[in-house]
């Protein structure tokens, strides 16, 4: 694998190109093609980084002339290392980082390179919030074409949700605008469906004012987790939307602060927007008597940067995730089981890894399961594994328990969607999960209209129809 100074072409794109052109020569490449998930380690024959829309094109067009594999970066933090490829074009989105906000209006517009603490950070001062995920530095992009869970889901619904225009690079290389009233299958299928379809080089999005928010940590020793998460299972189904609740299980003491306590401990994280007396707040604090609790007045921005180190840079990592309308007792036993019985087997070397039930629900209801490509509307919980992995033996037998406590795990769900951004296609699930097998169809016309050699296909691929054997 060399450069691309021999590619037909390159002379005259690289002349007019304006950004960055990283190639195996030179010293920058090395950093420049690594990427938030340590599992993949691959050398792309080029690495460009675009400073604007025009860029895109001038790299999409060079590219798609000379047959190059492409993959897109935005914040680089794809699961199944899609941000990166071997021998190919990584077009690295990371210095197109523009936001520009009206707050009379309530409009963000954010360049596709933008991570989401460059968002929180610019909406907060205006007292504003796009409702995303929950590591800061994850990038915008690949988030939001996926669906965007975070705390605010249920308040405000998933971050696709606020999409009102974007602007795409399409795999002819033309730039078009989606939204409402304009090329409206794309908007669509860009809504949930992934990076299949084009590059967004810009998102235009309604935020929301975010108000007051108390948050924090309630500290459970694991003994108690099952009665705890359901007992907050049941409050959650007439909590107001405002109360979002998520779970971490068998959380090691020594990272909290109840380092004193000889058990692994459940760890509730509450996000609330409201008041420290409300009720709702008092019902979720008040259900059970923590080992600790240091739920209080919260900055949001530091909540949104709470699990940036136990989530960082330099670990392999590896995910599964599902959608469940109820926490059964029969799903909650075997889960709490899971993650303590993982502990045997764990890398000593990884900071934090995450058993998670997430509630989800409330204003990500509001939408009609078909009006967008994001599947899983009826979802009040996501429920996941992400384990992590320094060296191949710790791989192998990392990876191997958590695809078979996985499938033990997804028999006590009861929906068989799943999130797009966290699915490893790996031979153990496939498209029609996540979408159910009527809005695959629809996607698969859509990417059919917009990409029919499929050529953005380092993604969850949807293959255009009659494209079964396209690369994928």
């Known amino acids: 694998m060399g450069g691309i100074a021999a590619i037909a072409g390159s002379a005259a794109f690289t002349g007019t190109f304006k950004g960055e ?19 993949f380690d691959r050398r792309p024959r080029v690495i460009v980084r675009p400073v604007d829309t025009d860029d895109v094109v001038a790299a999409v067009r060079f590219a798609r002339d000379n047959d190059l594999l492409v993959a897109v970066r935005s914040g680089g933090h794809s699961y199944p290392g899609h941000s990166t490829c071997d021998d190919g074009m990584v077009i690295d989105l990371g210095r197109m980082n523009r936001i520009r906000l009206d707050p009379e209006t309530g409009i963000v517009r954010a360049q596709a390179g933008v ?12 007292g504003l919030v796009l409702p995303a995920g929950i590591v800061s530095h994850t990038g915008l992009a690949g988030l939001a074409l996926g669906g965007g869970i975070g705390y605010l889901t249920r308040s405000f619904g998933l971050t696709c949700d606020q999409f009102v225009r974007l602007r795409v690079v399409t795999a002819a290389g033309d730039v078009v605008t989606a939204s409402a009233t304009e090329n409206e299958d794309l908007f669509w299928g860009l809504k949930g469906g992934g990076g299949n379809f084009g590059i967004v080089t810009e998102f235009e ?11 924090g940590q309630l500290y459970f020793p694991m003994s108690q987790a099952v009665d705890v998460i359901l007992g907050l299972g049941e409050i959650m189904e007439h909590a107001p939307r405002e109360m979002c609740v998520s779970h971490g299980l068998a959380v090691n003491p ?18 609330y927007r409201g008041e420290p007396g409300d009720e709702p707040l008092r019902e979720v604090t008040g259900f059970a008597k923590p080992v600790h609790n240091s739920i209080g007045p919260a900055n949001f921005l530091e909540a949104q940067q709470r699990f940036d180190n136990a989530s960082g840079h330099g670990t392999g990592w590896y995910m599964k995730s599902g959608h469940t309308r109820e926490l059964s007792s029969s799903l909650v036993e075997s889960f709490v089981q899971h993650s303590l019985d993982h502990l045997e087997i764990a890398s000593p070397n990884v900071l934090q890894e995450v058993f998670s039930l997430h509630s989800i629900g409330g204003a990500a209801g509001d939408v009609a399961e078909d009006d967008t490509a994001y599947s899983g509307r009826a979802a009040q919980w996501h429920c996941s ?28 769900l009861d929906m068989t969607t799943s999130y797009v951004n966290m699915m490893f296609q790996d031979g153990s699930g496939s498209l029609a999960d996540v979408y159910g097998d009527a809005k695959l169809q629809r996607l698969r016309q859509v990417k059919t209209a917009w990409d029919p050699q499929n050529f953005f296909r380092l993604n969850s691929n949807i293959k255009p129809l009659g494209g079964d054997q396209l690369d994928g």
């Open 21 to 39: 052109v990283i190639t195996p020569e030179v010293p920058e490449y090395e950093d420049a093609r690594l990427i938030w998930n340590r599992d």
């Open 205 to 215: 999005c309604r935020t929301h004012v975010l108000g007051n928010v108390q948050g």
């Open 254 to 271: 020594a990272f909290t602060p109840a380092a004193d306590e000889s058990e692994w401990l459940l760890a509730v994280n509450v996000v």
């Open 115 to 126: 991570l989401l603490r460059d968002v929180d950070s610019a909406t907060a001062v205006h």
């Open 385 to 412: 594994i992400e384990v992590g992995f320094t060296k191949p033996q710790e791989r192998e037998r990392v990876v191997g328990w958590t695809r078979r406590a996985w499938e033990t795990t997804r028999q006590h």
